[in-house]
């Protein structure tokens, strides 16, 4: 069954996404009860399109997401940053939009959620970046206008999107975060090389052409 959904249960098959329409606030938070704290699948609510996403990655997407994810850190270390990661995270606008970062970066505003388990978008602000991995399914970035994250990662079938939020919407650019590299053609190549040669070889590699001049 691709999709099961009861009182207590909330289960898709892996590598599968389903549409649910005509969908309302109170439905997409009756699905994050149900699913309590699991992390999976993935819940997205758009009130502009009355839908409900869920989406169940393949096992193929945890280990890119674990190595763009890695990939940031040592870029921001390199560029002498702090930051706070979250993964899972469940980012929500009352009644107006929910998402599901693969995981996200918290890096000019990491001082406003020091200590805290849970985001409330309400009270706190929202990431400073948020990655997406797709491999079976089709993130928008316009999913993400109504949470307003001001940097959107999407990578894609070996290419890197990224997105800038403008205050309305989101624009195709080069990354404001890290301004002096062309991300978009450096990290799919190493993000590939970790799934087709091991993570830790492509992670030294990265990090030795780093310290090497080699990606700017």
């Not at 850190?73 to 002498?80: D, N, S, V, W, Y």
Request: aromatic share 10%.
């Amino acid at each position: 069954m691709l999709v099961k959904v009861s009182q207590d249960t909330l289960t898709l098959s892996p590598g599968s996404e389903v549409i649910l329409r005509h969908q309302t606030w109170e439905d997409y938070e009756q699905l994050l009860k149900i699913r309590q704290e699991q992390t999976y699948p993935k819940i997205y609510f758009n009130d502009s399109t009355h839908e409900i996403l869920l989406m169940a990655p393949l096992p193929s997407h945890g280990k890119r997401i674990d190595t763009l994810r890695d990939l940031v850190k040592i870029l921001l270390r390199h560029q002498g940053l702090e930051w706070e990661c979250f993964d899972p995270i469940t980012l929500k606008r009352f009644a107006l939009s929910g998402v599901e970062p693969d995981t996200c970066f918290y890096i000019d505003n990491r001082q406003a959620i020091l200590g805290k388990e849970k985001i409330d978008l309400s009270i706190d602000p929202p990431p400073d970046l948020a990655l997406e991995v797709d491999l079976t399914s089709t993130t928008k970035a316009k999913d993400y206008q109504a949470i307003g994250i001001p940097e959107l990662w999407i990578y894609r079938r070996g290419n890197l999107l990224i997105y800038i939020f403008d205050g309305k919407e989101y624009q195709d650019q080069q990354s404001l975060i890290f301004r002096e590299f062309e991300l978009k053609k450096i990290l799919p190549k190493y993000v590939e090389l970790a799934w087709n040669n091991g993570s830790s070889l492509a992670l030294r590699q990265f990090e030795q052409d780093l310290r090497d001049g080699k990606l700017n």
